[in-house]
């Protein structure tokens, strides 16, 4: 069985392709990220991912399915119970999240929390609702500024986030209160997935936007994953974008910060061009927070465009020992009501150089497959009590 040198994971954060069975459940129907944005806009121009064959996997109004796709592709299915970020990445690499995180979407964070945070960071909190990051900004950065209190807000996901400006709060004080709400948000009946730190510039309403020095405090995983496994046993695992964050550095033998998903596909570029053996996994953030959150499928659709452009710069770096998987972490259909992630399948696109074959193979229920396909490729064994089944052998 052929067995490569190293592996690219990129997700693109929140290309869902279709409603799972069990999304009624998640308040999700008829949702399709892909389809509808391509729905959405008169030309969708992603002529890499079209040779690969994401149109032959999920039909697409504007691309059409090649007579010979370049890679291999499936439909995977989600086994935990969630559609957030934290839940697909770790499940991809074993775990199975059969409780899901908690949310304060509806009610905001409990008074006993907010008095506590108060307390421990000297800030007085405004906000603690759930909100968009940009709303929020417009209705209460002004006040921030002016006072020093801080904005507390949450979403639809399983996140407390905070903002701060970068010349009047400052980052390191920003850093600082979200270490104080990580350590506070570690109790049961506070735990959420991740502290967000949203640091913004700008002095009066209309000019405020968030930078790029946002950082994610997450929960550790709850067992040991594929990462870990390839790490215990020497080989490199390569971080882009906000992995790092998600695992809580676990697993992580190199992390590199990404400013956006067209930088995250560049830094992914320059990684090809080194020597290592192992994983390099990549996370694209923009199409979730950019577009998927804020429901627009015209921008989706060109941040689309813009990654197929790297995509094709990447093909032309991969080696024949190299192989390359595209894949999504959960759906968030900008054509669908609220500002919500949404339950789908993801697909699956592997690619190498070497391959012989191509096509579609069949569905598969977990997400779990690729962290398995991984560890089978560098012949380490997955850690206890994690899923999935490898399909190395069917990628030749």
Not at 71 to 78: D, K, S, T
Request: hydrophobic residues 35%; negative net charge; aromatic residues 8%.
């Amino acid at each position: 069985m052929k067995k490569y040198n190293r592996i690219f994971t990129i997700v693109v954060d929140s290309l869902g392709i279709g409603a799972m069975e069990d999304s009624k459940k998640f308040g999700d129907v008829g949702v399709d990220t892909l389809g509808h944005i391509s729905e959405s806009v008169e030309k969708f121009n992603i002529p890499n991912l079209q040779k690969l064959g994401i149109a032959n996997l999920h039909p697409m109004k504007n691309v059409a399915k090649v007579e010979k796709p370049l890679g291999y592709f499936m439909e995977l299915n989600e086994t935990s119970v969630g559609k957030d970020t934290m839940t697909g990445h770790w499940e991809m690499m074993g775990l199975n999240i059969d409780k899901p995180f908690q949310t304060f979407t509806d009610t905001g964070f409990p008074k006993e929390l907010i008095e506590e945070l108060e307390k421990r960071t000297g800030h007085k909190v405004i906000g603690n609702k759930s909100a968009s990051g940009t709303e929020i900004l417009d209705e209460l950065a002004e006040e921030e500024i002016r006072t020093g209190n801080m904005i507390v807000y949450t979403s639809a996901d399983s996140v407390l986030q905070i903002c701060g400006n970068e010349e009047t709060f400052g980052l390191d004080e920003l850093y600082r209160c979200c270490e104080i709400a990580r350590e506070l948000t570690l109790r049961d009946e506070w735990k959420v997935g991740r502290i967000i730190a949203r640091p913004y510039v700008g002095k009066k309403k209309g000019e405020f936007k968030r930078t790029s020095n946002r950082h994610d405090y997450a929960l550790k995983p709850y067992g040991e994953t594929a990462l870990n496994a390839l790490k215990d046993n020497g080989f490199d695992v390569i971080s882009v974008g906000k992995i790092n964050d998600i695992f809580d550095t676990e697993g992580i033998t190199e992390a590199h910060k990404s400013k956006s998903s067209v930088h995250g596909m560049e830094q992914t570029i320059e990684i090809a061009k080194k020597d290592f053996k192992g994983l390099c996994y990549v996370n694209l953030v923009d199409f979730d927070a950019l577009w998927g959150h804020r429901r627009n499928p015209i921008g989706y659709a060109e941040e689309l465009e813009k990654f197929d452009k790297n995509l094709g710069v990447l093909l032309n770096e991969l080696k024949d020992d190299d192989l390359l998987i595209i894949t999504a972490d959960h759906g968030n259909d900008p054509t669908y009501s609220g500002t919500d992630h949404t339950r789908e399948r993801v697909p699956f696109i592997a690619y190498s150089p070497s391959m012989k074959g191509s096509g579609l193979l069949d569905r598969m229920d977990t997400f779990a497959v690729i962290g398995a396909t991984i560890a089978d490729n560098f012949e380490v064994e997955m850690p206890k009590n994690t899923i999935g089944t490898s399909i190395l052998e069917k990628l030749i």
